[in-house]
């Protein structure tokens, strides 16, 4: 009996000892869902280089791909809740998937702590050249007269750009090939080869090239026409109702202790109020609204919601 209070008493003292702690001691290790060069590793790197320029101490980036984003969720999911693994993720992994895929290897609002919404990214339908569409009107009269003929590439099962693809074959009555890659990047490489036909993906990742004549962008797929492309019309105005809009977060492992959170959710807010990152957020189509660790977890509930409701309507599963 002596023994075991002793124990106790002892592993008491080690655990008082370790939150005493400051925070960081060691390196801290943010994993990316998507490959470099995406918007959600793009900020993730923002993030982390002004973080290390506050705190003094290194944060790594690690790029845990596949599966939809569900490889680097279930990585974090059963990382120790110490705050020295997080993960900078969006909305496929968290909110779309759950509904998605037949089994996931985690639950979306149980295994994680909501850290903060870093952004919401407006997203833009682009076609390689070739397609003979200069509107979402006649890609759609394309379609519907070459059925199976346009393929659609996306950045993974359950991204944001794979359902908006879904939606748009449900709502505009056409048959199209999805072809999954393991980002945004590398399906849109392939789309400026020719190798796919049109890509629904974050503002950030293909306004460039549309810009410069490599790929031509037929609207926005918002609510509302972008100030960052307000020229091109949404694709709402052609199917009325439609609407995606992707967005990324930083998560922690359940149960990660509150002041580590609220302290990354103070930082992320700090960082993406400074006016070097807010002058090129709308530049981007991209938005920031200050938001609290409890904020952005209801915002999560929501958008699982929400998003069941379009995968069941889309008939998309993946098992």
Known sequence: ??????????????????????????????????????????????????????????????????????????????????????????????????????????????????????????????????????????????????????????????????????LFKTMAKVDMTHVPYKGNVPAITDLLAGQTSLLFATMPTVLPHAKTGKLRALATIGAERSRAAAELPTVAETLPGFEVNNWIGLFAPAGTPAPIVQRWNAEVLRIMQLAEIQARLPVEGARFAPNSPEQFAQFVKSEIAKWASVVKASGARVD
Not at 51 to 69: F, H, S
Not at 99 to 124: Q, R
Not at 147 to 152: A, S
């Open 1 to 166: 009996m002596k023994a075991t209070k002793h124990f106790v008493l002892a592993a008491l003292f080690f655990s008082a000892a370790a939150l005493a702690q400051p925070y960081p001691s060691k390196p801290v290790r943010i994993i990316v869902n998507f490959p470099a060069g995406g918007v959600a590793d793009v900020y993730a790197r923002i993030i982390v280089a002004k973080v290390q320029e506050a705190w003094g101490q290194p944060v790594v980036i690690e790029n845990r791909t596949g599966a939809g984003g569900n490889i680097g969720a279930e990585a974090v999911a059963k990382s120790p809740p110490d705050g020295y693994t997080l993960n900078m993720s969006a909305i496929g992994p968290h909110a779309v998937n759950v509904s998605l895929f037949s089994k996931l290897p985690y639950d979306p609002v149980k295994d994680f702590a909501a850290v903060a919404l870093v952004l919401e990214a407006e997203g833009l339908l682009v076609v390689h050249p070739s397609v003979p569409a200069n509107s979402v009107a006649e890609l759609i009269t394309y379609a519907r007269a070459n059925p199976g003929k346009l393929t659609f590439a996306s950045a993974g099962t359950g991204t944001a750009s794979h359902l908006a693809g879904e």
